[in-house]
């Protein structure tokens, strides 16, 4: 959860912020290393790291963490 040299792999409640799904999305990387997920797989990747990672061995919720959009709020 703490993550490497490359920050924590995800970021609980924020899919756009995390590693994990950034990595996923893109050509570029080599990850997942045979090919690339389908799309369908990486939004339900994405959507439980939107749901704060709940860990479906014993049902508990990471607490996300608030992050203000000061640029949301102007527009």
Not at 7 to 18: T, W
Not at 25 to 53: C, F, N, S, Y
């Amino acid at each position: 959860r703490e993550g490497g040299d490359s920050g924590p792999a995800l970021v609980a409640g924020h899919s756009a912020k995390s590693l994990l799904i950034q990595v996923l999305r893109k050509d570029t990387q080599q990850m997942p290393p045979k090919g690339r997920l389908p799309e369908a797989v990486i939004a339900d990747l994405a959507r439980w790291v939107d749901m704060g990672a709940p860990d479906p061995r014993d049902g508990s919720v990471l607490p996300a963490k608030r992050v203000i959009d000061l640029d949301a709020g102007k527009r």
